[in-house]
C-alpha cells in the first residue's frame, strides 16, 4: 500500500484543519490506519488510528475531544478533522498502516511523506 498525505497548511490557533491520506492498492480488513507527527526537536508520536474494517477510533489523549479520524472503504481514504488547533499541534503529520492496532511507530511498515501543520498563536 503506498500512502499519500495532503490537506496541510498554515491557521491560527482555534481553527480547523482536515488531513486526508489516500491510499493506493488492497487494504486488508484487518489494518489499522494511524496518524502520527513530528514536531522539530521531537520524536514522532501517535495521534490517532482506526480499524480499517470496523472503524473503530483510537486517540492520543492530546487530541481527544478535538480530532476526529475517520475512513472511507470506498474511496480508500483516512482522514483526520482537527479542530480546536493548539500552536503545540504544528508539526509534520504523517499517515501510515499496521497490521494491528498500535501506538508504536515501529508497529507501521508503510509511511507517506508528511504534510505539514504550522499553527499560528
Request: aromatic share 12%.
Amino acid at each position: 500500500v503506498q500512502l499519500q498525505a495532503s490537506g496541510g497548511g498554515l491557521v491560527q490557533a482555534g481553527g480547523s484543519l482536515r488531513l486526508s491520506c489516500a491510499a493506493s492498492g488492497r487494504i486488508f480488513s484487518s489494518a489499522v490506519m494511524g496518524w502520527f507527527r513530528q514536531a522539530p526537536g521531537k520524536e514522532r508520536e501517535f495521534v490517532a488510528a482506526v480499524r480499517w474494517g470496523t472503524g473503530t477510533t483510537y486517540y492520543a489523549d492530546s487530541v481527544k475531544g478535538r480530532f476526529t479520524i475517520s475512513r472511507d472503504k470506498a474511496k480508500n481514504t483516512v482522514s483526520l478533522q482537527m479542530n480546536s488547533l493548539k500552536p503545540e499541534d504544528t508539526a509534520a503529520y504523517y499517515c501510515a498502516a499496521a497490521r494491528s492496532y498500535s501506538r508504536e511507530v515501529y508497529e507501521y511498515d508503510q509511511w507517506g511523506l508528511g504534510t505539514l501543520v504550522t499553527v499560528s498563536s
